[in-house]
């Protein structure tokens, strides 16, 4: 059955830091990967998804995810941190040729200043 | 102009007591789904439905009656709520031949079961 694990479940950084969220899955085929972001009273919006191809995904707000088969992850990344950027973080993975999407249990990101 | 929009925004009521969640998109698509999010952020999806047709039912108790009069509408109709009912639930939408897993949600409709 699919899965998907996010180790962490709360990060702290300071802004202008980089970050890194972990995301690992679960998976027969090669799967379908997206990460969401929901910030505080709002719903989740799409930050990126890998489908094929490059393995490296450039997503909007600066985010990009890299999949990595051998180690079953898809781990988002940003370069230097900015305030807003504060919220919960979703990783899903989709089975191809459905629309049913496992989500895992989120990370929540704060950011200093 | 909002995309997903859902009605209401907060809902408190009783134990036992019958009430439904509206959601309507004006994106075009023709796949609209309910997804429960629980206190701990967990994200599960309940139902899918494609062009008025059922397509998921994720084995939420019957309590839960979705309905969709057309495909820009899918409503939540909730029988005899109970506690563990309380949560945050999600609308989303997506277009069948798009790329599978694009949903785009709306705010969330949080319920609170006294």
């Known amino acids: 059955a699919q899965s998907v694990t996010q180790p962490d479940i709360h990060i702290t950084v300071s802004e202008g830091a980089s970050l890194e969220l972990r995301c690992n899955y679960s998976?027969?085929?090669?799967?379908?990967l997206f990460w969401y972001v929901q910030s505080p009273g709002q719903g989740l919006q799409l930050l990126l998804k890998?489908?094929?191809?490059?393995?490296l995904v450039q997503g909007i707000k600066g985010f990009e995810a890299e999949f990595k088969r051998s180690q079953s992850s898809f781990n988002l990344r940003k370069p230097s941190v900015h305030w807003s950027d504060a919220a919960e973080y979703f990783c899903?993975?989709?089975?191809?040729?459905?629309?049913?999407?496992?989500f895992g249990t989120g990370t929540r990101l704060q950011v200093f200043p | 102009d909002t995309a997903v929009s859902q009605t209401p925004k907060y809902l408190v009521t009783q134990m036992g007591n019958d009430k439904s969640i509206k959601c309507e998109q004006n994106?075009?698509?023709?796949?609209m789904y309910w997804y429960k999010q629980d206190s701990k952020k967990f994200l599960k999806i309940m139902f899918s439905?494609?062009?008025?047709?059922?397509?998921i039912n994720e084995t939420v108790p019957n309590r839960f009656s979705p309905k969709s009069p057309d495909k820009a509408h899918l409503n939540l109709h909730i029988n005899s709520l109970e506690l563990g009912d309380s949560a945050v639930y999600f609308c989303?939408?997506?277009?069948?031949?798009?790329?599978?897993?694009?949903?785009?949600f709306g705010e969330g409709s949080r319920l609170t079961v006294l």
């Open positions: 989303a939408s997506s277009r069948r031949e798009g790329p599978p897993g694009e949903l785009f």
């Open positions: 998976y027969g085929a090669t799967p379908y």
């Open positions: 890998y489908f094929s191809g490059d393995t």
């Open positions: 899903a993975v989709g089975a191809g040729g459905t629309d049913k999407l496992i």
């Open positions: 994106l075009g698509h023709d796949t």
């Open positions: 439905y494609n062009n008025k047709e059922l397509i």
